[in-house]
């Protein structure tokens, strides 16, 4: 079975060498690198070391080397092509078929280069030569220089449909169809795809060409600005970015890798001394470019014009990356100044004005929530539905459970917070003789706020975490609207709780209003038993943890009813699937079991804390046993 360079290339590209080894090995972040102590050979120290830009591990002890394929060889004992068809099933690559065409193929992608090469030599020579003289006149108003027109190999294509298969003519008619050099059309002889335009070579991460862009030299109506090369066995729009070799190497340096719109936005950043920057096809990012970048940099930075196709752009990646993220990766965005990009902005006010904006990144979450945001005015209760079901429909997008949650309650946060502002409230009671409003001095809850909280909430206190939920919302009114979805699913099988959280959130902005003291959740409800030491019911606590633990709380308390229903479900599939309801039984029973150390740590931390030190953790769930019981 013959693998072509070019398909072992692509296989090595798709697969994350550290997420690989780290299946086996506990890796360390190191820099820009991984390590651990080598698992070829025993060490204390760790020299084993893991480069994803380089696509190779290495130890410094027993020199042991090597990428993806050797890891599956060496580690897992496998043959060269058990261990090719493993990370090509992971890649979603299927491997060349066994027969002799295949030879052929690899050896034609190899000849491919070859025309690629001669291709990009010819249009250099043809903009050296008087026929490029307008080529190279365009080149100059754009403040092109020897330097970085030589640099970036800019060429010249004459306006000519048979130019090109003239001067290529030692190379067959098929090949240069092929590598997407001639169009071919039924009846009509082969003519060249690029014609009158200023070319650019495109080229892979080991710096060969492997497809063309074109741009005419006055905007014409009806003309493409922009052509670039269609899809071939060499060129791969959806997976390749433009300038990648150059940016690989710069971005070890900086340690950030720069997104741009075109080829002249990151060459006019090239041209200025920030090198770190590449460009897709064309096209919006891709999940496989996105890939791409996060092996040079976790958090690439997205420099976009500042127009409405820029933040069309900037939106559409976002849309594209949010299911792919994982811890430590995201995407930062960068909005030119309206009309301006790259190449306009550094010929106006320089590189350091660049560099300011670039030094400043906007992070994925605020490009979601200010795009949602300012979508469309909320001047109806329905509007600010939409708003937040856009929200929730990106927060649903991803995957990873830790992000999504952060996400959620990050972006909730914000909603309650711009759609439901906090309003003076004031009563008649609360005015001197004269009319003076009493802002000084501590407020209290308005008498009727306080009796029908009471007659709500009346009975229901049985349950400790409930009751000092409930209590840390009144105590802290301004996360109420923060987690009004948990509060409306609360009551889904408990009338009294739906009919409590329901006020909560009809008088919340009441209750912030008559807050300018902490109110003793005394004055308004019940008191959480007396065992409880939750942060958010204790005076002089920290307000940020307070709030924390309040929303940690919450989740809980909402997934603690559904852990109780699961179980119960799988208790009733005995009958049917014994093995495997007993096993889901028990996987449940130990997050039930998890929640309740949590609780117990929560409500007697330095008892828990104690407990701990003196590996007594039977003593951190006492709390947990009184709860059951209270």
Not at 48 to 59: E, I, L, P, T
Not at 317 to 342: F, I, K, N, Y
Not at 348 to 367: N, V, Y
């Amino acid at each position: 079975m013959a693998l072509s360079p070019q398909w072992l290339d692509e296989l090595k590209g798709r697969i994350t060498l550290s997420s690989l080894i780290q299946r086996t090995v506990k890796l360390t972040r190191a820099g820009r690198e991984w390590k651990a102590c080598c698992p070829f050979h025993s060490e204390k120290t760790p020299s084993f070391y893991v480069n994803d830009q380089k696509g190779f591990y290495h130890c410094f002890g027993c020199q042991q080397h090597g990428g993806a394929i050797d890891w599956m060889m060496e580690q897992h004992g496998l043959p060269f092509m058990d261990a090719v068809k493993e990370l090509a099933t992971e890649a979603g690559m299927e491997v060349p078929a066994p027969d002799p065409r295949a030879a052929r193929q690899a050896e034609q992608r190899a000849t491919l280069h070859d025309v690629m090469k001669a291709a990009q030599d010819w249009f250099a020579a043809q903009l050296a030569s008087p026929a490029g003289e307008q080529a190279r006149a365009y080149l100059q108003r754009r403040g092109l220089d020897e330097h970085t027109i030589r640099r970036f190999g800019f060429g010249w294509a004459p306006d000519d449909k048979q130019a090109l298969k003239s001067a290529l003519s030692h190379f067959e008619e098929r090949l240069l169809i092929e590598a997407g050099l001639l169009i071919e059309v039924e009846d009509k002889i082969p003519y060249s795809r690029f014609r009158g335009r200023v070319m650019l070579p495109i080229q892979d991460a080991r710096e060969r060409v492997i497809a063309f862009g074109g741009r005419i030299l006055a905007d014409r109506d009806g003309v493409a600005k922009y052509l670039n090369s269609p899809d071939t066995p060499l060129f791969d729009k959806g997976r390749t970015l433009y300038n990648l070799h150059r940016a690989a190497a710069a971005s070890r340096k900086s340690g950030r890798v720069i997104v741009a719109e075109g080829y002249m936005d990151v060459i006019a950043l090239a041209a200025a001394g920030i090198d770190d920057a590449v460009a897709p096809m064309g096209t919006a990012v891709t999940e496989q470019q996105i890939e791409l970048l996060w092996r040079m940099a976790d958090k690439p930075v997205l420099c976009l014009d500042g127009d409405t196709a820029g933040k069309r752009a900037a939106m559409r990646a976002a849309e594209r990356a949010l299911p792919l993220l994982r811890p430590g990766h995201s995407l930062q965005m960068v909005q030119l100044p309206t009309g301006l990009d790259p190449d306009d902005l550094l010929k106006r006010d320089g590189r350091k004005a660049m560099d300011k904006l670039l030094e400043q990144p906007k992070s994925l979450l605020d490009l979601i929530w200010e795009h949602e945001r300012d979508a469309s005015p909320l001047s109806s209760p329905e509007d600010k539905a939409g708003l937040k079901a856009r929200l929730m429909d990106h927060v649903d997008a991803i995957q990873h459970p830790d992000i999504k949650s952060l996400y959620r309650r990050e972006l909730l946060e914000r909603y309650g917070t711009f759609a439901f502002p906090p309003r003076e409230f004031q009563q008649r009671s609360d005015f001197r003789k004269g009319g003076d409003f009493r802002r000084n001095g501590p407020q209290r809850t308005p008498p009727h706020v306080t009796q029908r909280l009471r007659q709500a909430t009346s009975g229901m206190f049985r349950d400790m975490l409930t009751a000092a939920v409930l209590n840390g919302l009144v105590r802290h009114p301004g996360e109420i609207f923060r987690h009004a979805d948990a509060l409306l699913g609360l009551g889904g099988g408990d009338a009294k709780l739906a009919q409590a959280a329901n006020f909560l959130l009809d008088h919340a902005e009441e209750l912030e209003a008559s807050n300018n003291s902490p109110i003793s959740g005394r004055d308004i409800l019940p008191p959480a038993p007396d065992n409880t030491r939750f942060s958010f019911l204790m005076e002089g606590s920290d307000p940020d943890e307070a709030k924390e633990d309040l929303a940690e709380a919450i989740a809980l308390l909402v997934e603690r009813p559904a852990l109780e229903a699961a179980i119960a479900a799988a208790t009733r599939r005995f009958d049917t699937d014994p093995e495997g309801a007993f096993a889901e039984q028990q996987r449940l029973r130990k997050r039930k079991l998890e929640i309740d150390v949590r609780l117990g740590q929560m409500t007697r931390k330095r008892a828990a804390s104690e407990a701990f030190d003196t590996h007594d953790p039977a003593a951190a769930e006492r709390p947990v046993a009184e709860q059951e019981t209270d």
